[in-house]
């Protein structure tokens, strides 16, 4: 299932996320008595994490919500590169269980460390962690998470955690999620704002063929649901 939903502008684009993000969250926590939410990098989701951050701190029981990162730049823990740090600057206050990549080592030991993290998830029949809700950005060529077109990241693989090299976005050393970590999200919902994103949101939409475009669809024929959310200036 997809839906997406266009707005004026970008606070309301924010503000729908953050009360749509709680809704998918509260639900999880009363049916498992846990949940897990996949943040998202990159700057779109920033205004999202403020209101959830100001406006939502009371609105479920935060120390029942697991958050990890989609993705995350090699380097400096602290540094300005990097997403977790981007986010839990924002976001910290909640009270979430959090699992935070060592993202200031190699991306191979990263990647395994990350991986070896995530195995406390809770499982899905399949095995595979279940992601009740992941955060996706995407960019003008179509990438999302940290995997992008035509590169090593898209090669099939049955990690859940992918080290990545010579990122066509800096920084050039990253770890990601990988597609197949996907077939656990139960929701995704993709923040996109900008012209510069029309294109590969339309790719995306269309045919899959793009990382982005390739995710959504994972997602949807393992019966998650796609949400897009998009600015005016994004949309069609
Ligand atoms: C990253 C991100 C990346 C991001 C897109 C969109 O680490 O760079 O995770 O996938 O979501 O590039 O970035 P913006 O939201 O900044 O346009």
Redesign the pocket.
Request: hydrophobic share 20%; glycine share 24%; charged share 20%.
């Given at each position: 299932m997809s839906d997406t939903r266009v707005f004026g502008d970008v606070n309301l684009l924010a503000k729908a996320a953050a009360r749509q993000t709680v809704e998918i969250l509260k639900a999880a926590v009363e049916e498992y008595d846990n949940a897990v939410w996949v943040l998202?990098?990159?700057?779109?989701?920033l205004p999202a994490y403020e209101i959830i951050a100001k406006d939502y701190i009371d609105a479920l029981d935060w120390t029942k919500v697991t958050t990890i990162i989609?993705?995350e730049?090699v380097g400096p823990l602290d540094g300005p590169d990097n997403?977790w740090h981007a986010a839990n600057q924002i976001i910290g206050n909640l009270p979430t269980i959090k699992l935070r990549p060592l993202s200031d080592q190699t991306a191979e030991n990263a990647a395994s460390n990350y991986a070896m993290q995530l195995a406390s998830l809770p499982k899905l029949e399949n095995g595979l962690p279940r992601l009740d809700l992941v955060w996706?950005?995407?960019?003008t060529d179509g990438?999302?998470?940290?995997i992008f077109p035509g590169h090593a990241s898209l090669q099939p693989t049955s990690d859940l955690v992918i080290p990545v090299h010579d990122s066509p976005?800096p920084p050039a050393d990253?770890i990601s999620l990988s597609l197949r970590a996907l077939q656990g999200a139960a929701h995704v919902m993709f923040l996109a704002t900008g012209a510069d994103k029309k294109e590969a949101i339309i790719t995306a939409q269309a045919n899959g063929h793009s990382p982005a475009g390739l995710a959504a669809t994972i997602v949807e024929t393992h019966d998650g649901s796609v949400h897009w959310l998009i600015d005016a200036e994004a949309a069609n």
């Open positions: 998202a990098g990159g700057s779109t989701p989609g993705d730049r997403n996706l950005g995407i960019g990438h999302t998470l940290s976005k990253r």
